[in-house]
């Protein structure tokens, strides 16, 4: 197992977000986290990733002890995410965006845009993500020019810049029409094979993505873990149909 997350439990206050959630990933699988708003979806994620300490429980990846330790580090260990909410610098063009992950990755130095002229492996490192995510002929547009749906691509084209090994992706077609979705997932899916990351684990509303992509599916519900599962599995599960996929869509 690359990822290994035993007993999580998360407070915030008198509530419980995550109560005692457990999950295991291993090396080339694809996992969908589902389940209704304020399940805690985010909150799993964000614990996974190093963003939110938990109140109980841990977190190893790579067999190491990672819970709290802060998603820089955990980036240079081979672990990226992205948000649900898109964190990309407006006057940042697509490029630039793209050399900033790189330069993380590399661990250069601090004086960044200084240097990344001269610098050929992040000129050519950032361009080839450009490129794997159809973004090559945008890459002097600034990241606020762009639509939303490739502000969404460029943010998870970042995570991905960043090489990792295992990559955590907190809704990452939100916001975009079904034609894009699927349009940003067959590009996922052919970059993380290019790039030659491990596994995958994404928060998705969209249950034809869901089913469509998922090796596993996590349905989350109160915090607690309501199935974890095949896909197929998940669609004979009547109370995870009920409680989860009924509220959102018919699965086909
Ligand atoms: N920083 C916080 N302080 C207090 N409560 C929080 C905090 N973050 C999340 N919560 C609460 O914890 C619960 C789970 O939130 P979380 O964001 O993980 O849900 P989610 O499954 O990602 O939902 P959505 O589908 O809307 O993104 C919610 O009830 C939320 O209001
Ligand atoms: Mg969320």
Not at 11 to 32: K, N, P, R, T
């Amino acid at each position: 197992m690359i990822l290994k997350a035993e007993g999580l439990r998360k407070l915030y206050g008198g509530f419980c977000a995550l109560d005692g959630v457990s999950l295991a990933v291993g090396a080339g699988e694809f996992v969908s986290i589902i389940g209704p708003n304020g399940a805690g979806k985010s909150t799993l994620i964000n614990i996974l990733t190093g963003v939110t300490p938990p109140s109980a429980g841990t977190v190893r990846f790579k067999d190491r002890d990672v819970s709290g330790i802060g998603p820089v580090r955990l980036a240079r260990l081979g672990m990226a995410r992205s948000f649900q909410l898109v964190q990309i610098f407006p006057d940042l063009s697509v490029l630039e965006t793209l050399q900033a992950a790189v330069v993380a990755r590399l661990g250069r130095g601090t004086r960044l845009f200084a240097s990344l002229s001269g610098d050929r492996e992040v000129q050519e490192g950032a361009l080839e993500v450009a490129e794997l995510f159809g973004l090559g002929e945008k890459r002097h547009v600034p990241a606020r020019q762009l639509p939303q749906g490739d502000k969404k691509l460029l943010d998870v084209a970042s995570a991905f810049a960043l090489r990792p090994e295992i990559i955590l992706l907190d809704e990452p077609t939100s916001g975009v029409s079904t034609a894009d979705k699927t349009a940003i997932m067959e590009i996922m899916v052919a970059a993380a094979k290019r790039i030659g990351i491990q596994a995958i684990i994404q928060v998705e509303h969209d249950m034809d993505i869901v089913f469509g992509y998922s090796d596993r599916i996590v349905a989350l519900h109160q915090g607690r873990i309501l199935a974890d599962a095949t896909p197929a599995e998940i669609r004979a599960d009547q109370r995870v149909v009920d409680t989860v996929i009924g509220r959102r869509a018919r699965v086909r």
